[in-house]
């Protein structure tokens, strides 16, 4: 469906029409699941950063993912109220993302606020999102500080120090 983060089943494959053998696709009910693909998104709005299954068979019900761009998520309130700039992650409801609040595999970024009260839990609304799957860390976590100077073959290079931003996507 729309807005479900989807990661690959190694328990269900679907042969192509060129013979090839892929892993079916599956909502994660895991938070902070390290194998995101990406998010369902809707084939009539599908664009350059989207994959089809253009060689699949109906019958294996081939759904448009989002790779990377904008496209609506499902959110809850899991982990808090969401804020625009908020990183996303998988949660423990499937197909369903959260607000990230610790270090792991996130789907993007929140483009829209959900304010706390606004979704009854147990249950999500969706929100407009940039898909950008990676791995981030909030500052502090993991992150240290660069150094003031470095050595370059017995030359000293002067540079400021480089402070941590807020979050950081790797």
């Known amino acids: 469906e729309e807005g479900d983060i989807v990661v690959a089943n190694a328990n269900s494959h679907v042969i192509t029409n060129d013979g090839d053998k892929l892993s079916q696709?599956?909502?994660?009910?895991?938070?902070?699941?390290?194998?995101?693909?990406?998010i369902v998104s809707i084939a009539s709005r599908a664009g350059d950063f989207n994959s089809i299954g253009y060689n699949i068979g109906d019958t294996d019900n081939p759904k448009p993912?989002?790779?990377?761009g904008r496209v609506k998520v499902k959110v809850s309130l899991e982990n808090g109220p969401i804020a625009v700039g908020d990183k996303l992650t998988t949660s423990?409801?499937?197909?369903?993302a959260m607000k990230a609040t610790e270090s792991g595999m996130i789907v993007g970024m929140?483009?829209?606020?959900?304010p706390a009260g606004s979704v009854a839990s147990g249950s999500y609304?969706?929100?407009m999102s940039f898909v950008q799957v990676g791995y981030w860390a909030p500052s502090g976590?993991?992150?240290t500080a660069a150094p003031t100077s470095t050595t370059l073959q017995g030359s000293t290079l002067e540079s400021a120090t480089t402070s941590t931003a807020s979050s950081s996507t790797i």
């Open 92 to 96: 423990t409801n499937p197909g369903v």
């Open 125 to 127: 609304a969706k929100v």
């Open 141 to 143: 976590s993991a992150l």
């Open 65 to 68: 993912l989002a790779l990377n």
């Open 25 to 38: 696709v599956a909502r994660t009910a895991t938070p902070y699941d390290p194998n995101i693909i990406g």
């Open 110 to 114: 929140a483009l829209e606020d959900l």
